[in-house]
């Protein structure tokens, strides 16, 4: 792709995020983003269809960019276990709180919270074993639960400026999941 075509991307995708720590998403035009973008209307038409469009784009690259940043490396996948990616996972968040603020706050768009919760959901199912205290449950109600309740602590820490550190909610959080045995715990590996 043209450095050119990134550029004004970049820019647009940038502009979009800005002013939506300024008012709602409804509320933005695409002349605001054109402007505070510095580029034509004509330019966001070239490279998306509408203001949705570019708000997927934010979306999608920054959930691409969280999971990126929490798989591990050909030299870590040996002492990689679960309590360590969710660690990753909510530095990440911690380390780029600004845009999940952003994207989680911002009235009108619920796109941002339903694709975190469907990855998390995805991620369990990968990853969910049906035995012991959980066995005769119904995997998926147990699985909307847990990621429902994950989601919303991770929403709730963002929303209300991380009064915790990552290392203490994911020590808290992996022993909710250990204890009722929705991850192993770091004896069973």
């Not at 002349?31 to 966001?44: F, L, Q, W, Y």
């Not at 952003?102 to 991620?123: I, Y």
Request: proline share 2%; net charge negative.
């Amino acid at each position: 792709m043209d450095r050119r075509i990134k550029k004004s991307q970049k820019a647009i995708e940038s502009a979009l995020i800005e002013l939506m720590r300024e008012k709602d998403f409804e509320e933005i035009t695409i002349n605001s983003i054109a402007e505070k973008a510095d580029v034509s209307r004509g330019t966001i038409y070239l490279n998306y269809d509408d203001k949705y469009c570019i708000l997927e784009k934010c979306i999608d690259k920054e959930l691409e960019k969280l999971v990126k940043s929490c798989v591990p490396n050909e030299n870590e996948k040996s002492n990689f276990n679960a309590q360590t990616l969710l660690l990753r996972t909510l530095e990440y968040i911690e380390a780029n709180s600004n845009i999940f603020i952003t994207l989680l706050e911002n009235n009108g768009v619920q796109t941002f919270r339903d694709k975190l919760l469907s990855m998390v959901r995805d991620r369990m199912l990968f990853q969910l074993k049906m035995t012991g205290i959980n066995k005769d449950m119904n995997s998926e109600i147990f699985i909307q639960f847990w990621s429902v309740a994950i989601i919303g602590l991770i929403e709730w820490w963002v929303k209300n400026s991380l009064p915790y550190s990552s290392e203490e909610i994911t020590k808290h959080l992996f022993n909710l999941l250990s204890r009722n045995e929705v991850i192993p715990s770091l004896n069973e590996k």
